[in-house]
């Protein structure tokens, strides 16, 4: 079968393309050129060691000469600003929390690049992600997280369609991260130690704030640090500084510690309180994708996840129209983040999820 | 290595970017790898053996562009003489108060990053537009040029679109106001004849891994009493004009490259131009929405480039390249880019039409069956381009 792989420079997708090219598969190692690099930091200095950098495409390629197999940079420059870093911005400016990974991974790998692998006549596009894909006897497509739980990214994929799912494969999904070191070191992949990527691969200072500054200098704008009462505890230099959550950075002097617990963009307002005041139970979401292609016609019971490190809670869902869904805990969660993900888990599999509200 | 599973039958249609070793040059080369390793510098026979060497090539290479051996300063390559020579005259120059630069707008990267650095060092540089067919216009040259020019530079032919430029009229208006001129014929060399004379340039440069020589050769024709201060400061090599011990058996083959190139060049010329037109029109016939840039005459007879409408280069490359056709988008430098070639830019191309353009540059291994190959394979892959929801096919 001719499969495209999209290639990072990681361990991970490099022992996919090597696992299947090992199998006898006409493997396609594509990486995909995402951003400028010099412009990545502030300094316009170029950042190493970050996820698609050219260092990591100096290594995919390297990969790909090591396994022989042909190797392509296409360039997603336009597309990747256009999908996935002006939405990074907007999110942030309007006090939201994004996760530009999962946008990545339904707006660019599973759609552009998958496209590019249709034309090139492959049957199906292969990630380095750690999830899986079963198919069962009727035909439909179901994922799973990946085998190894702490490595899971199921979270980042949950907005993947049937006919996406037909097409892509996660070769290393079955396996632990400790189980794909060592089919690099028996490949002979000079990425065998290369550590994961862990910051946002167009940030690579991790300074979210800066970056926003950069693309959006109206972003800017001060306003008031105010308590559940209303009262102005002090001042801060824009909404893009804060999650929910936050503890750090506020700026205040308290007896107590203070958290972030809502972000108003319009009176540029944010408010904190105690950490008690950050459990929720409810939450909306939106553009949310039900994996199976139909959504459940009641409450249907889940394991709700909402940010990528959080354990899945018991939850309740349920379709409100077309493209959302409410969702209500079993116990207040801590910090729902509105522009983060909702995931929706039976057991490993993932039903569906969206944005949050 | 790389395993050929998808096209074990390679066509190479890109030329311009690099040729293979003429298999003569390539045992040539091995030989003087053995054999001729002393410095050329030395007293001694070991030394008296690689200058007789490096003498003979520089005959040849003067033979193929119509030169005295004694004009010939062999570098690394085409960069290295672009470098040379523009930074060599403008250092000589400067002490004449002239302070002005001109190339036309459709240089290789040599040329124009070479000019950008000594802007930034204080020259004014002004780049010649070209027409919508690719081609220098005098007219635009004599208003660039003017007294305080201290040196022209305008290619022979482009590595683009293969147009060839009017290199005597622009050396005669540059001679004309007292500047010097330089050619990069890069391009040209070893495909077409060239004579320094005829064109009257002062300068010009070639590069052997364009036809058929090893990589990292070249060569800057200086006429007698062109002074330039080098870049490269050291020993007394070349004589003091490229200071560094010479690459001796890499310009054995380059001098092989040039002699095999002069003996073949009129049966390759109208050869290869004959299989060029039938691509060519080939490619205009069987795609839909499709043009060639830039002027059919004069052009160099293994030049074609074509725009082909709503697909981005970029993945028609990858395309052809796993159906066993290696080609490029504008010249091999520019590739990883998205950026359009600013060559089409100067023609005034509109920028849809850059981003699909294609270069394919013939040579000495292609026949008519490699042309059918393309001919046959290139179609559906722009269909399938085409049809693509998201961008690879551009909407």
Known sequence: MRIVVAMSGGVDSSVAAALLAEQGHDVIGVSMQLYDNSEATGSGQRAFGTCCTIDDLYDARRVAATIGIPHYIVNFESQFGEHVISNFVREYVHGRTPIPCSHCNSDLKFAELLDRATAYDAEQLATGHYARIERDAAGRYHLHRGADNSKDQTYFLFSLTQEQLSRAAFPVGHLGKQAVRAHAERLKLHVTQKP????????????????????????ARPGTVINNDGRVLGTHAGVHRFTIGQRKGLGLSSSEPLYVLEIKPDSAQVVVGSRDDLGRTSLTA????????????????VAAQIRHRHAAAPAKVRRTDERRAELEFDTPQTAITPGQAVVFYEGDEVLGGGWID | MLRSVFHPMRVYLDHNATTPLDPLVADRMAQAMRDVWGNASSIHHFGQQAKAALDQARGAVGALIGADA???VFTAGGTESDNLAIRGAAEALEPSGRKHLVASAIEHEAVLNTLKALARRGWRVTLIPVDASGVVSIDRAREAITADTALVSVMHANNEIGTIQPIAEIAAVAHERGALFHTDAVQS??????????????????????????????ALWMKRGVRLVSPVTGGKQERSRRAGTENVPALVGLGVAAEVARQKMAGEASRLAALRDRLEAGVLAKVSNTERNGAASPRVPNTTNISIDRVEAESLLIGLDLAGIAV?????????????????????????????????????ANTEADIDRVLEALPPIVEKLRSLTTVGGRK
Request: hydrophobic letters at 40%; aromatic letters at 8%.
């Open chain 1, 196 to 219: 994961d990527s862990q910051e946002i691969c167009f940030v690579p200072d991790g300074n979210y704030a800066a970056f926003v500054e950069r693309k959006a200098p109206d972003a």
């Open chain 1, 286 to 301: 939106s553009a949310v994708n039900w994996v199976s292609g139909d959504a459940p016609a009641d409450w249907l019971h």
């Open chain 2, 70 to 72: 004694s004009e010939i």
């Open chain 2, 189 to 218: 060399a070893g495909k077409i004849p060239l004579d320094v004379g005829a064109l009257g340039v002062d300068m010009l440069t070639i590069a052997g891994h364009k036809f058929y020589g090893p990589k990292g050769t070249g």
């Open chain 2, 328 to 364: 490029s988008s504008g010249s091999a430098c520019s590739s990883g880019t998205l950026e359009p070639s600013h060559v089409l830019k100067a023609m005034g191309l509109p920028h849809a039409r850059t981003l699909g353009s294609i270069r394919f540059s013939l040579g000495a």
